[in-house]
Structure formats: structure tokens, C-alpha cells
């Protein structure tokens, strides 16, 4: 079993549509959990980070998470085609770990 | 500005020859991270540090080595016994274990074999 499970897509949705990026962990010590935009030949850049059970929102995207289910996910409203990226998933116990990504394609 | 870098941006590998990745930080960070990245795929672990003068191995450490010897420089060596060392190597740092802070990257070194 891996340390971090994401569906690797492509995730395709219509320019304004609300994208939903899953992920499972099976650390169940993990006390962090972030999620990560990468473009293509570039570094990851950090979107979100959530440390508690529930829903954090900012801006377009809202990371809810759930310990008891081990599973982090990221929605993103409003999608736009500038959102078009690999989403990385992270989780960190004693390490950090990442999952390996979803492609996420939206289509104007 | 707080950040942390990598260099070089590229580097090229003869067969055969140890090249040094160096990553830096002056965000005072305890921890540190090297990952590796084939194309298409996530990123895979080699070595961590928590803190310094002290580092373990990751998911994929051989053919690679590390030190920490100050706190804010944690360079990477591919060794000759790295087989298949064409890659892209991103550095991560972020504060120690227990603290709820978010992991920032460098910029990546893309290595070639030549």
C-alpha cells in the first residue's frame, strides 16, 4: 500500500465547473496535509495546508479533511483554465510524503 | 527575502562522475527534504533531515549521499552508482516535527547524463 493514494486522471471539467481532487493516507499518525499546484517543468507550489478535522476555504478552493477516513480532498470552484496543472498531494507524519498527483485538465 | 535555492538550475553528468546538487535556505528551518522527480511521475523521497548534523534515508537513497553540517545547507551528491540519475531534484525545507508549517520549494535542478 502506498503512503499516499491519489487518482492520477486526467481529471477533465468545464471552465467554471467545480474540480474535486481526492486523496488517502495510511499514516494515521499524519498531523499536516497540504496540497501542491505544479506546472509542467516547474517546482510545486503550495495551494493549501490543513491541520484539523473539517473544512478550510480560501478563495476558489476549500481543503476538507477527515482523519478518521484518513482521506484529504480539495475542491476548486470556478475553475478556470489557468488551473489546468498536476495537484500533489502531501502528508507529513514523521516525513513528508506525496502522493503522485492528479492532472487536472479544464476546459474553456 | 526568506527563500530557499537551488543551483545549478541545469547540470550535466558524464558517466561515471559524482556531481553535488546544493540546496540553501535562510528561512530557519529544522527540516529539510530531497526529492526526485522522473517525468510524469510524483515525487519520490531520497533523504530527509530533521535537524542538524543528523539525516535518514528516504524511499530511493541508494546512489545518493547527503550531509548537514549547518542548518540552513543540505547538498545532495549523485554518485557514480547511480544508475539512472536523469531526473528533476527539488529541495524542500519546513520547520520540525511538531509544527504545523507549510514545506517550500526551490526552483529544481534538472540533471542530464551526457
Known amino acids: 500500500q502506498k503512503e499516499v493514494e491519489q487518482n492520477s486522471g486526467p481529471l477533465s471539467v468545464p471552465e467554471g465547473a467545480i474540480a474535486s481532487l481526492n486523496c488517502t493516507y495510511s499514516?494515521?499518525?499524519?498531523?499536516?496535509f497540504f496540497w501542491y499546484r505544479q506546472y509542467s517543468g516547474k517546482s510545486p507550489e503550495l495551494i493549501m495546508s490543513i491541520y484539523s478535522n473539517g473544512d478550510k476555504e480560501d478563495g476558489r478552493f476549500t481543503a476538507q479533511l477527515n482523519k478518521a477516513s484518513q482521506y484529504v480532498s480539495l475542491l476548486i470552484r470556478d475553475s478556470q483554465p489557468s488551473d489546468s496543472a498536476t495537484y500533489l498531494c502531501?502528508?507529513?507524519?514523521?516525513?513528508?510524503?506525496f502522493g503522485a498527483g492528479t492532472i487536472l485538465r479544464v476546459k474553456s | 527575502d526568506g527563500g530557499i535555492t537551488q543551483s545549478p538550475k541545469y547540470l550535466f553528468r558524464k558517466e561515471g562522475q559524482n556531481v553535488t546538487l546544493s540546496c540553501e535556505q535562510n528561512l530557519n528551518h529544522d527540516a529539510m527534504y530531497w526529492y526526485r522527480q522522473d517525468p510524469g511521475q510524483g515525487l519520490r523521497l531520497i533523504y530527509y533531515?530533521?535537524?542538524?548534523?543528523?539525516?535518514q534515508k528516504g524511499d530511493i537513497a541508494e546512489g545518493y549521499s547527503v550531509s548537514r553540517e549547518k542548518k540552513e545547507s543540505f547538498p545532495l551528491t549523485v554518485t557514480s552508482a547511480q544508475k539512472n540519475p536523469t531526473a528533476f531534484y527539488l529541495c524542500?525545507?519546513?520547520?520540525?516535527?511538531?509544527?504545523?508549517?507549510?514545506?517550500?520549494f526551490g526552483q529544481g535542478t534538472r540533471l542530464t547524463v551526457v
Open positions: 502531501a502528508v507529513r507524519g514523521y516525513k513528508l510524503v
Open positions: 499514516d494515521r499518525v499524519s498531523q499536516s
Open positions: 533531515s530533521q535537524i542538524v548534523n543528523d539525516f
Open positions: 524542500a525545507s519546513l520547520q520540525g516535527l511538531g509544527m504545523n508549517t507549510e514545506a517550500f
